[in-house]
């Protein structure tokens, strides 16, 4: 803070300029600027310069003029997994870099104080920084009962979560339960959890889903509002679109398999062992959006579909309810119940018994009412 | 209300919803039909019944449909029925043994089958679909169609046709969103499963009686079914 | 209106659960129009068999579905009315000879032959059956004969035949096996193969007779479609039979009585069962595989070409497809040419479902048999042999109307002359 510049406070931490350009290049790839600026407008560009050169630059000058942008970040209804994910992230010195951009003045998890003096702090952070703060939610809310069954120091989480909204510039929910409501929002949905953008009209929601989110993601939708100031292009979902442009399916490497109509049946046979595409084993990828399958896992590693194990959707609204994990997409969500079959069936019966009684009744009519000559008197129906 | 939403209900509550309908309307229309009675038939056969009813199956559902040149008749319109036995001979593939299928007949039977491999199936969808707009362009010129054809069939058609067009380009991945199309082919197919029981899609199960009882007439008759 | 409501109280009756579910099979594909030929003459798309049941799928929709009564009540679906009656009477009795070609093209094997007679049962409780048809049907409550064939016109035709072909006819013998049943087509105007067949039952030394009770097979109830007729000209039949205490009963060459009496009788009239029902080609047939009468072979191998017409009620219907052929192969091994379609699927002569008695529907009638004559002109016959009476007089007809010089003739009558002493 105190007016530093971020380029400032890595030199004092002992990054040299050479890394730092090398850190702003990779941080221009993760927020998907390789093609900036556009074909037309580098038109007069000398070609010795490499085109990923410029987007780091552009990162470059921004680290270098602008000071760290400060955080609030709020954990409800949430297992803390998009915190762990992120600090345990298997590309430190991205990751490192991008929490080097911020300062985090509130986090539950991972502040070393606790209790009163750290809501002190955090009330002295939203004055200081009011209209310019970055809010983070992990987790659902839960406005059900008057909010009692998430409550922080007392206070609700609609309450907390209001109000911190309120002099944020911009609130991002990260993970699918502040986005989408998730696993505390599943079917029968008991705390009444809904997700941030479900509460917070009026200020930009940007959703990051995902169980948990990709730090990856994170850390490129940070980079992005500190290099431009404003948030990437979103999606219906408010999910930012250079990450949840693709499915999973588009970009997985089984799809050849799913093309051919190779499939794995289950997870110990000679499919499974030959890597043939887990539509069968339940892979919600095709309706999934994400970068799992381009950015990966720890360190790009590896992702679920790639190690075997059909992708659950976590990234999707109502994820939980989304029928079976293992039970094939294109399977109906549930089956009625054999109650509720036989109740049709019933139905379907006892109509048809009634209406062939009634048949029957009128076959028998038809017959008295035939005269043994023509011409017998007839009453229309 | 997104698409996943539109998806979620088309495949949850709408589907159950349909489903159950359609049970209980075919159940009311077969419970109807043979409720009507039976009276006995007390003509001495002339050949046995039963093998009758076996060639007429045969006929009908192995050889007949697909080979315009046994019967005369059909010199004069082959196309026409090599599309209706292409379509139905696709339709069957399509549903029985299409990987996505057979997995909604796992989800609602408890047990699964082997399926063909995609691109066979492909081919017989695209068959099938090419076969359907023969069938639709006949039923537009043709003076007999015009004549039985009314807001009931032309319903079918598309009751059949949506799903099975979304369904090609769902599993080819092209044009639209994947859910947008899923959420429309399970949308068809639910308005499918409802109207099933009030249309002449059902002729799937009177199929049975009618060629049953031509088998048996037949054969009765002393004539090769 | 009342006509009207005679026809659905008939349709009902007759709806059980056989028709019900055959009406429930059809896709409304139009394929039977392809076989009917009477479509295939005109391209009149009314005449599609699936449309010519159309009042009787209203009835049944509007009386038997839920479905169909709402659609009926919120005015959808239109009901029934005279109208209506009186154009399907002109559908069912002018243009469709009840030949069952559709049920073989049908893909669901819907019997529509059976479900469009059942149309013409409520046409006739209608009282919506043609004029001519109806006199004629009148003719023989009254007369036992549509052709004017009283007791005593039959005594003198008889007789007449007897002496002129030298053949012995036994008349009203008590005890004989078999009953034979003549037409009144053939004693009044093809009375050779009245000669013929007593011809070749006494080569065969059969124990038969005539009955000058049951003298008239001929059933123009069954193609009015009014059962109550139908039954009293079946009784007078079976009546005959009773009185002379026969087995069997052979009809002579004539295709829906045979079709009435075999496949219809059993199900009118309980004593139907009693009787062996035999068509004469059946009995001609086995007297020559047994060897009791004997042909002389390629008998007619110098005639030119010859072809045999499948009739609709006999051979189609009534399964006796391969037995004039074996016939025709023996006394005509080099002549005989099959027309095509042939057999099962033959086309029908236009002539049949007393199509051929009502003067108003002739121009139909000669249209569709444009389709015979291209049939037998494309593999150049000029000799047509068939085993319905009915089916020769419409071939006959059609020779003067349209000037063909064709040698029409009855199997009976060809192998009468073709047997060897």
């Known amino acids: 803070m105190d007016g530093k510049s971020i380029f400032d406070e890595l030199k004092e931490k002992g990054v040299s300029r050479r890394e730092f350009i090398k850190l702003s290049g990779a941080i221009a790839g993760a927020i998907g600027l390789t093609s900036f600026p556009s074909v037309e407008a580098q038109a007069g560009t000398s070609a010795r310069f490499p085109r990923a050169y410029q987007p780091a630059q552009l990162v470059a000058k921004a680290l270098a003029s602008k000071p760290r942008i400060p955080v609030i970040w709020l954990e409800f209804q949430d297992c803390a997994g998009c915190s762990e994910a992120l600090t345990r992230s298997e590309s430190p010195t991205l990751v490192n870099l991008v929490l080097n951009m911020i300062s985090i003045e509130y986090h539950e998890t991972l502040s070393a104080a606790a209790g009163f003096q750290v809501e002190e702090a955090k009330r002295a952070a939203m004055e200081k920084y009011a209209g310019q703060y970055l809010l983070v939610v992990e987790g659902s809310v839960s406005p059900k009962d008057g909010g009692i069954y998430c409550s922080i120091g007392g206070r609700s989480s609609v309450d907390i979560l209001e109000e911190a909204a309120a002099g944020a510039a911009a609130v991002i929910a990260t993970g699918t339960c502040a986005t989408f409501g998730g696993l505390p929002k599943a079917k029968p949905n008991p705390t009444g959890a809904v997700s941030v953008m479900g509460l917070i009209k009026d200020k930009p929601v940007i959703n990051i889903s995902g169980c948990p989110a990709i730090p990856e993601v994170f850390t490129g939708v940070v980079a992005h509002y500190l290099v431009f100031g404003t948030l990437p292009a979103l999606d219906s979902l408010n999910r930012p679109t250079i990450f949840y442009g693709n499915t999973i399916h588009d970009r997985c490497l089984r799809r050849p398999f799913y093309e051919a109509g190779k499939f794995a049946s289950s997870f110990d046979d000679e499919g499974a062992r030959q890597g043939w595409c887990l539509y069968k084993l339940g892979c919600k990828g095709p309706t999934t959006y994400n970068a799992c399958a381009t950015l990966k896992w720890s360190g790009g590693l590896s992702f679920p579909v790639q190690s075997g194990h059909p992708c659950l959707g976590c990234s999707q609204p109502d994820f939980w309810d989304g029928g079976g994990f293992y039970q094939g997409q294109s399977a109906p969500l549930s089956k009625p119940a054999g109650t509720l079959g036989a109740m049709a069936a019933g139905a379907g019966v006892v109509l048809g018994v009634g209406s062939a009684l009634a048949n029957k009744q009128q076959k028998k009519n038809a017959k008295k009412s035939e005269p043994g000559e023509k011409g017998g008197s007839h009453e229309l129906e | 209300m997104n698409w996943n939403d539109v998806l979620s209900f088309a495949r949850g509550p709408l589907f159950q919803a349909a489903l159950l309908i359609f049970i209980a309307g075919m ?82 039977l408890g047990f699964g089958w082997k399926t063909l491999p995609l691109p066979i199936v492909d081919w017989f969808a695209a068959a099938t679909i090419v076969a359907m707009v023969v069938l639709f362009i006949n039923r537009l010129i043709n003076p007999v169609l015009k004549l039985l054809t009314g807001t009931a069939e032309w319903l079918n058609l598309l009751f059949v046709f949506v799903p099975m067009l979304t369904g090609y380009i769902m599993t080819h991945h092209l044009f639209f969103q994947y859910e947008v199309l899923f959420s429309i082919h399970m949308l068809s197919v639910d308005f499918l499963l409802i109207w099933i029981p009030f249309s002449r899609i059902s002729h799937f199960v009177f199929y049975f009686f009618s060629k049953s009882i031509h088998g048996q007439e037949f054969a009765k008759h002393g004539v090769r079914a | 209106m009342i006509a009207t409501q005679q026809a659905i109280n008939m349709f009902v009756q007759e709806t059980g659960g056989w028709a019900a579910s055959q009406l429930e099979a059809c896709t409304r594909c139009g394929m039977c129009a392809e076989a009917c030929h009477f479509y295939q003459s005109s391209a009149n798309p009314e005449y599609a068999p699936v449309w010519k049941l159309e009042i009787l799928k209203r009835a049944y929709e509007q009386r038997f579905t839920l479905v169909g009564k709402f659609k009926t009540a919120i005015g959808i679906d239109k009901k029934i009315t005279d109208q209506d009656v009186a154009h399907w009477s002109e559908l069912n009795y002018y243009a469709c000879t009840v030949c069952n070609k559709c049920a073989m093209v049908c893909p669901m094997g819907i019997d529509l032959g059976t479900l469009l007679h059942t149309v013409r049962s409520g046409l006739a409780a209608a009282g919506m059956v043609p004029e001519d048809l109806e006199t004629a049907v009148m003719k023989q409550v009254i007369e036992g004969s549509p052709l004017g064939m009283t007791a005593s016109v039959w005594d003198s035709r008889l007789e007449w035949v007897a002496d002129e072909w030298e053949v012995d006819i036994p008349r009203d013998v008590k005890g004989a096996d078999t009953l034979v049943v003549f037409t009144s087509i053939e004693v009044m105007k093809f009375p050779t193969n009245v000669a013929a067949i007593a011809k070749i039952l006494n080569a065969a030394g059969e124990k038969w007779t005539v009955s000058s009770s049951a003298r008239e097979v001929v059933n123009f109830g069954f193609y009015e479609g009014d059962q109550e007729h139908e039954k009293l000209f079946m009784r007078r039949l079976f009546d005959g039979a009773k009185e002379l205490g026969v087995k069997r009963i052979v009809v002579t060459e004539c295709g829906h009585a045979y079709d009435a009496l075999r496949f219809h009788a059993p199900n009118l009239l309980s004593e139907a069962n009693d009787y062996e029902i035999v068509h004469i080609t059946g009995v001609m047939a086995d007297l020559v595989k047994s060897g009791r009468i004997k042909l002389q072979e390629g008998f007619y191998d110098n005639v030119g070409t010859l072809t045999l017409h499948d009739a609709c009620k006999i051979q189609r219907k009534g399964g006796y497809i391969q037995e004039p052929r074996d016939i025709l192969n023996i006394i005509a091994p080099k002549s005989f040419k099959e027309m095509t379609p042939n057999q099962e699927e033959a086309i029908c002569c236009g002539g049949g479902g007393g199509v051929i008695a009502i003067k108003a529907a002739d121009p139909i009638r000669y249209d569709v048999f444009t389709l015979k004559i291209d049939q037998v002109n494309k593999i150049g016959a000029n000799m047509v042999t068939m085993t319905c009476s009915n089916c020769r007089l419409q071939f006959t007809d059609c020779m003067d109307h349209f000037k063909l010089d064709w040698k029409i003739t009855g199997l009976a009558q060809m192998v009468a002359d073709a047997m060897v002493e």
Do not use: C, D, E
């Not at chain 2, 559902?61 to 196309?79: D, E, Q, S």
């Not at chain 2, 209706?84 to 339709?91: M, Q, S, T, Y």
């Open chain 2, 27 to 108: 159940l009311y229309r077969l419970v109807r039909v043979i409720g009507l009675g039976w009276s006995r038939n007390h003509v001495r056969p002339k050949k046995s019944q039963t093998k009758g009813v076996v060639m007429s199956y045969l006929k009908g559902i192995l050889i007949w449909p697909f080979v315009p040149w046994v019967k005369n008749t059909f010199t004069k319109n082959p196309i026409i029925y090599l599309a209706g036995g292409l379509f139905h001979l696709g339709l069957f593939v399509i549903l029985v043994l299409g990987t996505a299928h057979m997995l909604v007949w796992k989800s609602l």
